[in-house]
């Protein structure tokens, strides 16, 4: 799958996903969201970190839930880009 942008993420008071749009449609968390983060290979970044910023070139928030919009009902792995706040697909399937 090709990543795909998500717009208009919406965080519970946890800092979840509680709901999102993708491909037009809004889709509501139906399940409890699991946060982890993955990490990349850090010395394939270390000229590119300014002062202060290295963590988020290396460690990368990651969820997995289950979400319905009104037609369809998904298992997402999202990424949450920092610092730019960009949330993308990296896997959905029904």
Do not use: K
């Amino acid at each position: 799958m090709e990543t795909e942008l998500v717009t208009g993420v919406v965080l519970d008071a946890d800092g979840a996903p509680a709901c999102f749009t993708w491909r037009n449609a809004l889709f509501l968390t139906t399940s409890r969201p699991v946060r982890w983060y993955s990490r990349s290979l850090w010395w394939q970044h270390a000229g590119q970190a300014h002062p202060g910023q290295g963590q988020n070139l290396v460690e990368t928030e990651m969820w997995r839930l289950w979400a319905a919009s009104p037609n369809d009902r998904y298992f997402f792995q999202l990424r949450h880009q920092m610092p730019d706040d960009n949330w993308e697909i990296e896997q959905a399937a029904p």
